[in-house]
């Protein structure tokens, strides 16, 4: 059995309780059966699956024969189709470089195609900062906060519409789903 296989058998076996407990794992950095990063990239898929969402988990792009692209997964859910960049270091905010590598794949793609990046310790201000300036790319930021938040709520599809909902009102891609001021 391939790597990712086994990783895609785990998360499959996992629910709403599972999930929580792997992310619990991924706070403590204590994940024996995942390549680093490897977990977290697949709760967050699989929180959207488990949401109803059709997902996609990691996957290269070849063209030519050639691998040009890795993708972390891609999401479908409730109209919005997305591409999704996960990061999880153990020390440091998440950079401009993923969100510049992000924003390359959507220009070959659908013009409605959103980028997701999600990272467990956040992000830096420049990161944030580029996020806003990105049209006609829309790519929106979730921090490890609003994850745990969706996964002790139970729901990440209806969260992921009220941020894009958000970038599209106020041109925020980094807005705080927990804040919710929104009706």
């Not at 499959?12 to 680093?36: C, F, M």
């Not at 924003?103 to 806003?132: C, E, M, W, Y």
């Not at 807005?175 to 001021?181: D, F, L």
């Amino acid at each position: 059995m391939t790597t990712e296989a086994k990783y895609k058998n785990i998360i499959n076996s996992l629910q709403w309780d599972g999930l929580r407990s792997l992310w619990d794992s991924i706070e403590e950095r204590h994940t024996p059966d995942w390549e680093a990063g490897k977990a977290f990239e697949y709760l967050v898929l699989r929180a959207f699956q488990l949401d109803g969402a059709e997902v996609k988990f990691p996957y290269s792009v070849k063209l030519f024969d050639e691998e040009v692209e890795q993708i972390d997964g891609a999401i479908h859910c409730l109209g919005i189709s997305c591409l999704v960049e996960s990061k999880d270091f153990t020390d440091r905010k998440v950079d401009i470089a993923p969100i510049a590598k992000l924003r390359n794949q959507l220009l070959r793609r659908p013009a409605a195609t959103v980028g997701v990046v999600f990272s467990r310790t956040g992000f830096t201000d420049p990161a944030r900062n580029l996020s806003r300036f990105l049209s006609p790319q829309a790519i929106l930021l979730w921090d490890g906060d609003e994850i745990k938040y969706a996964l002790d709520n139970e729901k990440i599809c209806e969260l992921l519409v009220l941020k894009y909902r958000v970038c599209i009102e106020d041109g925020l891609a980094d807005y705080n789903i927990i804040e919710r001021n929104i009706p």
